[in-house]
């Protein structure tokens, strides 16, 4: 039906065939707008349908690059973890053959030193580790007027192990040490005998001390021969009884270290020198530590540094000891800084001249993790270490007997003053 009529009028044929054209047209367009209508619900939803398939496939693509990663991450960390495996056990089997090396490299270095001290090529590694010096070793000798002009020539000529010869004129002593054994060193031997009543000087080989008239005065007795003879036997009595003498060689294990504290470095500054910036490589010099009063004679090369602490003093260190104990630097060493009670030199033995090493030396640190085991000395201690050439070194009661934590063959006296500046104790 058209929607319009005409006023009070009759619509003829024509007039209602257009008009029924009209209502055709009108729902064709209805149809048409129903249609586009629906076409666009179809569009949508068949977008929602591609973006929710887009989706699905990005998800599974997701999943599966996930499941990619992981499968490498698991591939790599087989590879890590076999890799580990492997250094791990490259790693052991050096560190083994290092152990097995040192072990050797200690024995050498052992039967070496012992061919030093004992003086005997002949004696098999094997048996007793060193041979104690006795007091029977010791000869004591009048030295004859006739043999004055020169007691180190008749000493030496008695061919015995440790010769003590004396000679008295007018109430006054002259006393005469000769050594040929390290286990003795002159000097030292003869400052444990003249001790108030004189000074002894020379070396490790020969020394003389000119002891005062005054000595037997004192101890109430006749200035004669049997007085002089009475008196050095005594005196070198006690220097056999009254010292301990320790071979470090197999004395230190992890029980002996029970008996003693641990300490470590404090953070202070030390100096070190490599002893190829002082001296051409291969060339002798000496040295002269605080517990070892004789001269120490060594040789230039990249393996040794000397060590400058904390009041001046001096001692040689192996290089691979230095590294894993000390943090160097390039800081120039400035020995006013630290107020030396001792001037650090060594002895050049081809020019025979002293040789100053603050100007050479520079500064180091100790490390954290690096520490020593200590003890204090109940008695006079005379301590021979492998790795000293068959030098010792000597300390008093209060000083402290020190091995390393990382070398129970590295056994050394530090005196109780140095001591107690230079370390403090380590918690464990």
């Known amino acids: 039906m058209a929607f319009w009529k005409k006023k009070d009028e009759e619509f003829d044929e024509d007039e209602l065939e257009l008009l029924d054209m009209y209502d055709v047209i009108q729902q064709a367009k209805e149809e048409q707008k ?17 973006k929710e398939e887009e989706e699905r496939l990005a998800e599974e693509a997701r999943i599966a690059e996930e499941k990619r990663i992981a499968e490498e991450a698991r591939i790599a960390e087989e590879v ?108 030292e031997f003869l400052e ?38 009475e008196f050095l036997t005594e005196k070198s009595n006690e220097y056999f009884n009254e010292c301990d003498w320790l071979y470090t060689l197999g004395m230190v294990d992890d029980e002996y270290v029970k008996s003693m504290r641990k300490y470590k470095k404090k953070n202070t500054p030390w100096a070190f020198v ?57 800081e120039e060493f400035d020995i006013c800084g630290i107020m030396p009670m001792y001037l650090p030199t060594v002895f ?28 204090q000395l109940e008695k006079k201690t005379k301590v021979f270490s492998i790795y000293n050439n068959g030098e010792y070194f000597v300390g008093k009661f209060g000083d402290y007997l020190v091995v390393r934590e990382d070398d129970y063959e590295d056994v050394y006296i530090v005196q109780k003053e140095i001591f107690g500046e230079s370390y403090e104790k380590a918690i464990d």
């Open 34 to 50: 129903a249609l586009e209508i629906k076409r666009a619900e179809e569009r949508r939803l068949e977008a929602i349908r591609r």
């Open 80 to 187: 890590r973890i076999a890799e580990e495996k492997r250094r791990r056990e490259i790693e052991a089997r050096l560190e083994e053959e290092a152990r097995v090396f040192n072990e050797a490299k200690k024995a050498v270095e052992a039967r070496l030193a012992r061919k030093v001290l004992v003086g005997e090529e002949g004696k098999s590694f094997d048996e007793e580790a060193y041979e104690e010096v006795k007091r029977e070793d010791l000869f004591i000798y009048k030295i004859p007027d006739k043999e004055m002009k020169d007691p180190h020539l008749f000493l030496g000529k008695q061919d015995k192990k440790f010769c003590l010869g004396w000679h008295m004129d007018d109430g006054e002593m002259d006393v005469f040490f000769y050594s040929r054994n390290k286990q003795i060193r002159a000097t």
């Open 192 to 229: 444990s005998i003249a001790m108030e009543y004189g000074k002894a000087s020379g070396n490790e080989t020969f020394a003389q001390a000119t002891l005062s008239k005054l000595l037997f005065k004192v101890l109430g007795k006749e200035a004669n021969d049997d007085s002089a003879n």
């Open 274 to 330: 490599k002893t190829t910036d002082i001296l051409p490589r291969g060339e002798k010099f000496k040295i002269k530590m605080l517990e070892n009063e004789t001269e120490v004679e060594l040789v230039a090369n990249d393996n040794t540094y000397i060590m400058i602490g904390i009041k001046g003093e001096i001692y040689n260190i192996t290089a691979d000891k230095f590294e894993a104990s000390y943090t160097a630097t390039t």
């Open 348 to 375: 050049a033995c081809v020019t025979n001249k002293r040789i100053s090493l603050d100007d050479k030396a520079r500064v180091c640190y100790p490390k954290e993790q690096r520490a020593i085991y200590a003890k």
